[in-house]
């Protein structure tokens, strides 16, 4: 079974938490960093398993400022965003000071009451919290059952990225067990579209693919951004200057193979995010 209108995951930390890593090594490939943040880049992952094949979009976002980050996303406008995320990944670098075990706290904290606000109690993302290598600096020594214990307080399920093979329970570790949790869930987002005012306007002139496309980049960044509604004629210029390059790469597309149209859109709809 193909599905069509997978949810969304969500691949994000603070700054330098090692996300392109991590998606280089769950995906094969990563975007290209473009400047010195990785909020706003995206991705997608093929994925087939002997029930479903998707091609699964991935969004990267930052959290510099824990609680600036948390006041942005709980506000309303977020809410449709939020509620098509499939998956959370949260990244951290092993911490060297105690300090740093607070800062993986307060984020794990942020981010459930931003799921919390959006979809209550009973929401159903994945949410994985990925401890990746600090790097010749060594760590501090906390056992996985403390990780464990840290992260599942806040509905996360705590991964070692370096951790090979099985535990003792039989069960896959690391990039594998990222990679067993996120193809077990269930992606299918035919009832969880983004909506916008003003998307009738455009919709009649592009296929859904397109025009689902720009949905998704346009609601992404009105809803992180905070966009106040004075601002709506210049989000729709935008958002019409954005459609016109959309229109190219769909011109471009044609006469590839469905996969092939659907890799290329994806890359192409990545490279538009940089500028947009």
């Not at 740093?100 to 931003?114: F, G, N, P, T, W």
Request: proline share 4%.
């Amino acid at each position: 079974m193909e599905i069509r209108n997978p949810r969304r995951i969500l691949v994000l930390g603070a700054p330098d938490s090692g996300v392109l890593t991590l998606l280089k090594d769950l995906t094969g490939s990563a975007p290209e960093l473009t400047s010195d943040s990785t909020a706003g880049l995206s991705h997608s992952w093929e994925v087939t398993t002997r029930y479903y094949r998707a091609l699964l979009p991935i969004w990267i976002d930052e959290i510099p400022h824990v609680e600036q980050w948390r006041t942005e996303f709980m506000k309303p406008e977020a809410k449709e965003v939020v509620s098509v995320l499939g998956a959370w990944i949260f990244c951290f670098r092993k911490p060297v000071k105690e300090n740093e075990v607070v800062h993986v706290r307060e984020s794990l904290k942020a981010i459930a009451e931003v799921i919390e606000r959006a979809c209550g109690y009973t929401g159903d993302a994945v949410c994985l919290a990925v401890a990746m290598p600090q790097g010749m600096t060594p760590h501090l020594e906390r056992s996985t059952e403390e990780w464990e214990e840290l992260c599942n307080e806040h509905g996360f399920e705590f991964v070692d990225s370096e951790a090979k093979g099985k535990n003792e329970f039989g069960e896959e570790m690391g990039i594998k067990r990222i990679e067993e949790a996120l193809k077990a869930h269930e992606w299918d987002g035919d009832d969880a579209e983004l909506e916008f005012e003003g998307e009738d306007e455009f919709g009649e002139s592009f296929d859904a693919e397109e025009a689902e496309m720009g949905r998704e980049l346009f609601g992404v960044k009105a809803a992180v951004n905070g966009m106040e509604d004075e601002d709506a004629e210049a989000q729709v210029e935008e958002l019409e200057r954005m459609m016109q390059r959309m229109i190219a790469i769909k011109d471009m597309g044609e006469g590839l193979p469905e996969a092939e149209r659907r890799r290329f859109a994806a890359k192409a709809v990545g490279d538009l995010m940089k500028d947009f």
